[in-house]
Structures are given as structure tokens and as C-alpha cells.
Nanobody, 124 residues
Framework: QLQASGGGLVQAGGSLRLSCAAS????????MGWFRQAPGREREFVAA???????YYTDSVKGRFTISRDNAKNTVYLQMNSLKPEDTAVYYC????????????????????WGQGTLVTVSS
């Protein structure tokens, strides 16, 4: 099970840290991704980290968001700084064990297991 938390209401320019805690699986064995879905829009890629700790970001969050993991806590984080109203969405974490991850990390279909999502609302 993946449990995402840390969402909330924040003013533009503020920060939030999302957490994705796993039970029943060891996250160090997985590639991890964060996606988001705004109302009326498709779920989109935000950030990912491979098992070998290579990180990937969508262009709109580069320099503002950081993905990391704490294997001892079996948790993946998404630190979000300088938040903008357009970051408002439900954020989901997901796991992948796909090969050739560097070529497919941004596809939702590359991930086999998803958390329930946490809502981030950024006010202007």
C-alpha cells in the first residue's frame, strides 16, 4: 500500500512537502514517480527517481520541486517550493519496476501501483 500525505492549502510562493509511505513493499526496489491531476485534465508526470537515484522532472517544476527518498523510512518525498496556482492538483505517487526506465518514466502506464492521492491547492 502507498499512502500519500502532506497536501493542503498554501499561498503562491509557499512550500509543501509531500510524503509517500509504503507498506508491504520495499521502495528501494522500485523506481518512484509523482504525478498530478488537475480538475478536467489528464494525469501528468511531475517527478521521478530511478532505483539508481537518477531524478527526472517535468520542465514546469525544474528548480522548484525535488524528489527524494528515505529508504530507512520506506518513504519517498516531493519537496515543492515556490508554488504557483497552476500547481494545484491531486498528487499521486506510484511505483515501477519497468526496464528501460529512463525512456518511459513519464508515462502513467509505466507504473503498476498507485497511492490514493493528496490534494494540493495553491491560492494566488
Amino acid at each position: 500500500q502507498l499512502q500519500a500525505s502532506g497536501g493542503g492549502l498554501v499561498q503562491a510562493g509557499g512550500s509543501l512537502r509531500l510524503s509517500c509511505a509504503a507498506s508491504g513493499r520495499t521502495l528501494s526496489n522500485y523506481h518512484m514517480g509523482w504525478f498530478r491531476q488537475a480538475p478536467g485534465r489528464e494525469r501528468e508526470f511531475v517527478a521521478a527517481e530511478s532505483r539508481s537515484r537518477i531524478t527526472y522532472y517535468t520542465d514546469s517544476v525544474k528548480g522548484r520541486f525535488t524528489i527524494s527518498r528515505d529508504n530507512a523510512k520506506n518513504t519517498v518525498y516531493l519537496q515543492m517550493n515556490s508554488l504557483k496556482p497552476e500547481d494545484t492538483a491531486v498528487y499521486y505517487c506510484a511505483t515501477s519496476q519497468r526496464a528501460s526506465y529512463s525512456a518511459i518514466y513519464y508515462y502513467t502506464s509505466s507504473y503498476g501501483y498507485w497511492g490514493q492521492g493528496t490534494l494540493v491547492t495553491v491560492s494566488s
